[in-house]
């Protein structure tokens, strides 16, 4: 009977199981997806939940809480920027289980864990990303800088002398009376 059997030790000591779960959850957070046999992806989902609602709040504190988890920045940097804003309204169940059958070599069940919301196929709303920026300059010909910009409206030549604008000639006096 399997009274009180909570852990899947899956064959390996505590600090084996440690290190595989904290690899594969840095691998599942960089890489939105992974394929693993079904009592890893299983036990997976049990250490890897926790720490997506840990960082939906954003704070040193949770960070630190996460990294001592995944011992892996760019998985943590990852996880706060992106993966954070995009099941920020989601209440949990952020990852899936997909079986794909059985291995070849051992016959094992094979499946794909995937986060929820970053499957195009499943969700309503695509993910986007952000539009790459060049380093190029743009090129001159194609900007409607002539049509926003009019030069300085002079007076018509058939005007009268006192209805034209009259030029300043204040800066000149004052310099005058200066030397």
Do not use: W
Request: proline share 4%; glycine share 4%.
């Amino acid at each position: 009977m399997r009274h009180g059997k909570k852990i899947n030790h899956l064959g390996r000591t505590s600090s084996h199981r440690q290190a595989l779960l904290s690899n594969m959850a840095a691998s599942l957070i960089l890489h939105k997806r992974i394929n693993t046999t079904l009592a890893k992806a299983k036990a997976l989902r049990k250490y890897v939940e926790p720490l997506i609602t840990k960082s939906k709040t954003d704070s040193t504190h949770s960070r630190r809480i996460v990294f001592s988890y995944l011992q892996n920045k760019y998985a943590v940097a990852e996880l706060f920027k992106e993966v954070s804003g995009v099941v920020a309204e989601r209440p949990g169940g952020y990852t899936r289980i997909i079986k794909l059958g059985n291995r070849q070599g051992d016959a094992a069940e094979m499946c794909m864990i995937e986060l929820v919301d970053f499957n195009t196929l499943y969700t309503k709303e695509k993910v986007t990303k952000k539009a790459k920026t060049t380093r190029r300059s743009r090129s001159k010909t194609n900007t409607p800088k002539a049509e926003t910009e009019q030069p300085a409206a002079e007076a018509p030549a058939d005007l009268p002398a006192e209805s034209k604008p009259k030029k300043a000639t204040r800066k000149k006096k004052e310099d005058k009376g200066q030397e």
